[in-house]
C-alpha cells in the first residue's frame, strides 16, 4: 500500500526565509503527487500537483515542488514567505486502489510563520 | 458560488446519537469522497462513489453508511455515534476514478459528547 511521509512535524520561519518541505511517498507504480494547503479553520486547497512532464511545478502563491524519481520525493519550496502562509502544509499521493485511486495524505506540517 | 459544500459546518451531539451529514457538489464531477481528519490532522479516506456506484470502502466501522442519491450528492449517516467519532470530516470531489485532483468541502466539525 501507498504511503506518504513529511518528516517536518512543525516549521517555524520569519518572514521572508526561505522554506522547503520534505515530502516522501512509497509506492512502486505511477504516482500524481499534489501539495495541498490548509488555512486556519477552512478546507483544503490545491497549491500545486504533478503528474508527468518537467520535474519541476510551479503552483499558486510563490510556491513550487520538485519531483526527484529516483527519491521518491516531492518537496515544496517557496523563497521567501509572508505570515499569511501560516498553515497546515500537506502531501498527498494518487495511486491504484483497485478499480479506482484516492489521495492518500502525508501526516502533514504546521508551518509558523513569525513577523 | 460553492463548489463542495457540506452541511452542517458544526455538529454537536451526544454518544449513542446517529447523526447525518450532507454534501453536495456543483462542479459536474462524478466522484466523490469522504475523508475524516482526526485530531492530530490527519487525513485518511473513508468512501468513494463513482456515479452513484462505491469504489472505495476503507476499513470503517459499518455505523458509518454512505449514500449517494446522485452524483452531485454524497451523504454521510453515522449510527451510535462514539467519543471517538469525533473528528473533522470533509467531502471532496473530483471528475473521473482515477482522480487528477480533488476538491475540498469546508469540513464539518463534529463533537460527540
Known amino acids: 500500500a501507498q504511503s506518504v511521509s513529511q518528516h517536518n512535524h512543525h516549521v517555524i520561519l520569519s518572514e521572508a526565509a526561505s522554506l522547503e518541505l520534505g515530502c516522501n511517498y512509497s509506492?512502486?507504480?505511477?504516482?500524481?503527487l499534489f501539495w495541498y494547503v490548509q488555512y486556519p479553520g477552512q478546507h483544503l486547497q490545491l497549491l500545486l500537483k504533478?503528474?508527468?512532464?518537467?520535474?519541476l511545478v510551479k503552483g499558486i502563491k510563490g510556491f513550487e515542488a520538485e519531483f526527484i524519481k529516483s527519491k521518491f520525493s516531492f518537496n515544496l519550496r517557496k523563497p521567501s514567505v509572508q505570515w499569511s502562509d501560516t498553515a497546515e502544509y500537506f502531501c498527498?499521493?494518487?495511486?491504484?486502489?483497485?478499480?479506482?485511486?484516492?489521495?492518500?495524505f502525508g501526516t502533514g506540517t504546521r508551518l509558523q510563520v513569525t513577523l | 458560488d460553492t463548489a463542495v459544500s457540506q452541511t452542517p459546518k458544526y455538529l454537536v451531539t451526544q454518544m449513542g446519537n446517529d447523526k447525518s451529514i450532507k454534501c453536495e457538489q456543483n462542479?459536474?464531477?462524478?466522484?466523490m469522497y469522504w475523508y475524516k481528519q482526526d485530531s492530530k490532522k490527519f487525513l485518511k479516506i473513508m468512501f468513494s462513489?463513482?456515479?452513484?456506484?462505491?469504489?472505495i470502502n476503507e476499513t470503517v466501522p459499518n455505523r458509518f453508511s454512505p449514500k449517494s442519491p446522485d452524483k452531485a450528492h454524497l451523504n454521510l449517516h453515522i449510527n451510535s455515534l462514539e467519543l471517538g467519532d469525533s473528528a473533522v470530516y470533509f467531502c471532496?470531489?473530483?471528475?473521473?476514478?482515477?482522480?487528477?485532483?480533488?476538491?475540498f468541502g469546508q469540513g464539518t466539525r463534529l463533537t460527540v459528547v
Open positions: 471532496a470531489s473530483s471528475s473521473g476514478r482515477h482522480l487528477t485532483e480533488a476538491f
Open positions: 509506492y512502486g507504480g505511477t504516482v500524481n
Open positions: 504533478y503528474f508527468s512532464g518537467d520535474p
Open positions: 498527498a499521493v494518487n495511486a491504484r486502489a483497485g478499480t479506482a485511486s484516492k489521495l492518500t
Open positions: 462542479l459536474g464531477h462524478d466522484t
Open positions: 462513489y463513482n456515479n452513484k456506484e462505491l469504489i
